[in-house]
């Protein structure tokens, strides 16, 4: 995979041939957590399956998760705004598809972690994992989303985390591996039980991603709001580790003057694609965050939406005929890093640690106390 250095100060050959041609972007979607009316969320991926074989025993009874299914007509669920969580058991609304089901929190998050992270990761990755979703759970509830105001939560992963249920999960695993990964991932949510990421006594919106370009990037330069646990840390993640962590997109330069000019009317893209591209600023992680493109500055998040990009983080050659898109990472790249989790638990690092190398300054201890 052909690669291109996305950091300010680390390749002067690069960023000679860049002041010509060669442009570095980061893209990233915005959070209807933050810009409330913004469906395309992005707190939540897409990871890769990862599927490796062994055996153990285990029933799907126990760990299948209990979904009543209510009313076909959503708008007879009323929101609770706010609701203080201190029992043993917690009831939340999940908006499937059309209709809301109410589950069990733990039960759940089997269908979270399930659908977010390859269960072929380490055992202290799944169970950060399973902590982080049951707090953004919780942050959802506490803070509602405009998008359904009848459940408190949905299973799009564009707009809060995705889930799956435990029979349709199976079906994607092989017989040799479905018995050990359920158990895992059952293993990871009641280990944790009731375990949830604080910040100043409130659940944190915890934010993942699969993975970073050596570094997250921080909620202020993704998203425009500063959150202080939210900041720009390093992620550990190798191209070794991760399927896919370069991709390249290609488009032809009329196709892209055609897309960019469809969001950007006032561009000024002239005859030399050359010359489409100027500057890029860079965020305090040292990956790009801007880049002036027909005159405009435009925010790296917009050209992954319009480009369908994996990552934000990229850089971009343009040799007068095509744009080329080189791409590190997947995700909106703030918060935890999926990949970048495992690769700390393959360190020795358990949950907590993790979660707090990812979440500064955040407090985990139980919901219950
Ligand atoms: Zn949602």
Known sequence: ????????????????????????????????????GDTRGGTMTEPEQVVSAEETELTAEETRPEE?????????????QTKTVKTQSVTLKVKVGSKVKKMDLEEYLWGVVAAEMPASFEEEALKAQAIAARTYTLYRMETPSPNHKNADICTDPGCCQAWITYDD???????????????????????????????????????????SAGVTKSAEEVWGKDVAYLQAVKSPETEEQVPNYYSVVKVTTSKFKEVFEKKYPKAELG???????GKVRYDEGGLPASIVVGGLKVPTSTLRTLFGLRSSSLTIECDGKNVTFYVTGYGHGV???????????????????????YYTGVEIRSMFS
């Open 271 to 277: 005859s030399k694609p050359k010359k489409w591209f």
């Open 1 to 36: 995979m052909k690669r291109r250095s996305l950091h300010k100060n680390k390749n002067p050959v690069w960023r000679t041939l860049r002041a010509a041609f060669l442009l570095t972007l980061a893209v990233f979607f915005l959070p209807a957590a933050v810009f409330g």
């Open 68 to 80: 009543e299914a209510l009313s076909g007509d959503t708008s007879q669920e009323e929101q609770t």
């Open 169 to 211: 999960r199976l079906k994607a695993w092989s017989d040799s591996t479905e018995k050990v990964f359920a158990k895992k991932i059952t293993a990871a949510i009641e280990e944790t039980r009731g375990q949830v990421i604080y910040y100043e006594d409130k659940p944190i919106m915890a934010a993942f991603h699969a993975t």
């Open 335 to 357: 918060g935890m890093s999926q990949y970048g989790a495992d690769a700390l638990a393959k360190k020795g690092k358990n949950a907590k640690a993790i979660l707090q190398h």
